[in-house]
């Protein structure tokens, strides 16, 4: 099993989505690239999570990288607090709210111990950070104790039963961050139970296949040029069950 400090170490070396940007790493125009890839292929978050829905209320994510979704919370008033287990993560997220003249609590901490008094939070929001941690029923407990009597947490994992976990090994194509010290999927069973100590759970199924700009040659052009529209052309009710994202938002 890794250790947390192995899990730091890689992420202190890699931050997601690097690759789609030519401008220098800190400056606003890498930023303004991250956010627009970000939510290009998660634009779901867009229409299932409030970002201007917890205005003077409080947010901590865990798993922040570059702030790029709780800049999003900042600019719709609410309190925020991004913790990371990656120095150079932080280092990003402070650049990036100093750009854009947002206030918030930035700082290195572990998911799994969180530096926070219990029901400190309206909402935590953990996304992508479970299938990468080395004690996934640690962290998610964690969530819950800061986590305010009557709060929300809203969790992401990878769908096991996937089209991209399906296509990754058909095409032999690795996923990204197939190197990590730790990298789960889940069942939505699965997934559910890690999550049991919430008295209400509801599981999305989402991110289905959109253009990608990460991969070249024949198979680039055959997923963009075939694949994604082949698929997002069936009917949604009989494939939803197998988006790559796994949401779960969660009552306490």
Known sequence: M???????????????????????????????????????????????????????????????????????????????????????????ALANFGQQGLSGDLRVADGEHLPFPEASFDLVFAHGV???????????????????????????????????????????????????????KFSAGEFRRLLAGFREVTIVPERFPVKSRLHGGWKGAVYNGLFVGAFNALPRALVRRFGWHLLAFCKK
């Open 2 to 92: 890794a250790t947390i400090e192995q899990v730091r170490e890689y992420w202190n070396r890699h931050i997601h989505d690097l690759e789609i940007t030519s401008h220098p790493v800190g400056s606003r125009g890498f930023f303004d690239d991250l956010d627009q890839y970000h939510f290009e292929k998660l634009h779901h978050l867009l229409r299932l999570v409030q970002f201007d829905g917890y205005r003077g209320r409080s947010v901590l994510e865990v798993g922040c990288g570059a702030g790029v979704d709780l800049a999003r919370f900042a600019k719709g008033g609410a309190s925020v607090t991004g913790v990371d287990l990656s120095p150079s993560a932080i280092e990003l």
């Open 130 to 184: 479970v299938q990468y941690t080395a004690d996934p029923r640690r962290l998610v407990d964690e969530v819950r104790r800061v986590v305010k009597p009557d709060g929300e947490a809203v969790f992401q994992v990878y769908n096991r039963v996937s089209w991209l976990n399906g296509l990754s090994k058909l095409m032999k194509v690795d996923l990204e961050h197939e190197g990590a010290p730790v990298l789960l």
